[in-house]
């Protein structure tokens, strides 16, 4: 994909810039935001920018080394090396995207700090290989601080290999321009869903774990662009995912029919 066919993404501040000096340096970057606040478009969108491929892994509880390096399998009655997604970017080059990493298990790290210092090495045990990584290669996690505990949360010894970037919901002009520009919602539409946004938000921390995502509000956008009523593509997207608390939910739906009428 070349820098023109790059996915939609519209900078809050400096952070492509960032990106690219530390790509440049070949230093790994960290990228913290709440869920939805668009993490994955902007790796998406600077490895285009980079004409960079791109191997992105979903990290969970059962994430293992294996699943990043590789693992041996049977082919035609053979046992085949094949490489993992991580192995793949270091071997050829490109950006190694390890979303949500403190959900994966604890040897993931272990894999990663080689890579994630002068080293930028990549030693397979199980193949006996240690492989350089390439200049155009370059690590990039994320996580959402906000579901941070004390049982997953990064050490410090593996934050500090990183250069971070916070990225948060962007200001309402650009949210704005976010929602118009993914729904094809008639702006004034899209400008009462952004306010709506902003007045959600200031729940979070009293009845709602996690604010209103931008992706939820391009949902929402989608669905009334689509023909759906206002009210019910808001139920949908604003709040049925937010909370299961009746009484939370119906709470958000004043707002919205404030906001909407109805």
């Known amino acids: 994909m070349s820098a023109a066919e790059a996915p939609y993404y519209e900078p809050v501040g400096h952070e492509r810039e960032l990106f690219e000096y530390a ?4 230093l790994p970057l960290l990228l913290k935001g709440p869920t939805g606040c668009g993490k994955t478009r902007f790796v998406s969108h600077m490895a285009a920018r980079l004409g960079l491929p791109l191997q992105t892994v979903a990290c969970h509880d059962d994430l293992t080394a294996s699943d990043l390096t590789g693992r041996y399998l049977l082919q035609g009655g053979e046992t085949v090396w094949t490489d993992g997604p ?6 050829h080059g490109g950006l190694c995207y390890l ?17 994630t210092d ?4 990549l030693p397979l045990d199980r193949t006996g290989e240690t492989l350089e990584a390439p200049e155009d290669f370059m690590m990039v996690a994320s996580y959402n601080p906000g579901y941070q505990h004390v049982l997953k949360s990064l050490k410090p010894s593996t934050r500090q290999r990183f250069v971070a970037l916070e990225l948060d919901f962007p200001p309402p002009e650009q949210e704005l321009a ?11 539409r899209a400008r009462a869903l952004v306010n709506l946004a902003v007045r959600l938000r200031e729940l979070k921390g009293q009845d709602l774990e996690e604010a209103v995502s931008t992706r939820l509000l391009v ?9 759906m009523p206002v009210l019910q593509a808001c139920r949908a997207t604003l709040v049925e995912p937010l909370s299961d608390d009746a009484d939370v939910r119906e709470g958000l739906m004043e707002t919205i029919r404030a906001t909407f009428g109805g």
């Open 178 to 188: 976010i929602v118009v520009h993914e729904s094809d919602l008639a702006r004034e």
């Open 23 to 26: 790509f440049h340096r070949k």
């Open 99 to 115: 979303d949500e990493v403190v959900e994966a298990r604890k040897d993931v790290t272990v894999v990663m700090h080689p890579l």
């Open 118 to 121: 002068d080293r930028r090495v």
């Open 219 to 227: 949902y929402c956008a989608r669905l009334m662009q689509a023909g």
């Open 86 to 91: 991580l192995t793949r970017a270091v071997r």
